[in-house]
């Protein structure tokens, strides 16, 4: 299975700010990378993934996140945040093995009027 | 869009009781999955099910919990007697195969009094 490392627990911008969110695995195969965001009270919801092709993946809500190989890391940014972007993020990585995605611990971004 | 679905939404049960959580996965994915979060917890990885048996299990997944596919569409996790630890939102997701892309559904929440 993989290991995760979200280095940040807790990051708290002001709205309109960018901001970014740090995520390294550990892999010595091919990895898939994801990102889901959990909303207050609700489920998980893909944000966007990483399977192959460009390092620069976009997802919903303006957010991309970059796949860099070198250092092991999938790193998640935007802009400009919104009120309504408050939520927890977890990167996930997997293989290619359809049984061993592991959540990192999350990260909550609390976003300031 | 298809949607992974969960019930009951909450649960409150007396520490002891079996409790069963049902999932009814996109008809056409294969895998099948188990995540469990404890409040303001990671997302943490239960059991993984294909072709009708049980691919993986993580330590969590004891003799107290068990999965089924009773008829090839439900797919349940049973707490055989539950304990207060058991207090968590479980969530289940499936994938297609060869996609590596997880859907959640939105959760069952189980409270263990």
């Known amino acids: 299975a993989q290991s995760v490392t979200q280095l940040d627990s807790q990051v708290p911008v002001f709205e309109e700010a960018p901001v970014e969110l740090r995520c390294n695995y550990s892999?010595?195969?091919?990895?898939?990378l994801f990102w889901y965001v959990q909303y207050p009270n609700q489920g998980l919801q893909l944000l966007l993934k990483y399977l192959s092709g460009s390092t620069l993946v976009k997802g919903i809500n303006g957010f991309e996140a970059e796949f860099n190989k070198s250092q092991t890391s999938f790193h998640l940014r935007k802009p400009s945040v919104h009120i309504s972007d408050t939520a927890e993020y977890f990167c996930?990585?997997?293989?290619?093995?359809?049984?061993?995605?592991?959540f990192g611990a999350g990260t909550r971004l609390t976003v300031k009027p | 869009e298809p949607e992974v679905t969960q019930t009951p939404s909450h649960q409150v049960t007396q520490m002891g009781q079996e409790v069963i959580l049902r999932c009814v996965p996109i008809s056409n994915h294969l895998y099948f999955y188990w995540y469990r979060q404890i409040l303001g917890q990671k997302v943490e990885f239960l059991v993984s099910?294909?072709?009708?048996?049980?691919?993986?299990k993580s330590e969590i997944f004891d003799d107290q919990f068990s999965v089924e596919r009773p008829d090839g569409s439900n797919f349940t996790l049973k707490i055989r007697s539950t304990k207060l630890e058991d207090s968590a939102m479980y969530f289940c997701?499936?994938?297609?195969?060869?996609?590596?892309?997880?859907?959640f559904g939105a959760g069952s929440r189980l409270t263990v009094l």
């Open positions: 997701a499936s994938i297609k195969g060869g996609t590596n892309v997880l859907t």
């Open positions: 892999s010595s195969v091919s990895v898939y």
């Open positions: 996930a990585p997997s293989s290619n093995n359809n049984n061993d995605m592991r």
């Open positions: 099910f294909y072709n009708n048996e049980i691919s993986e």
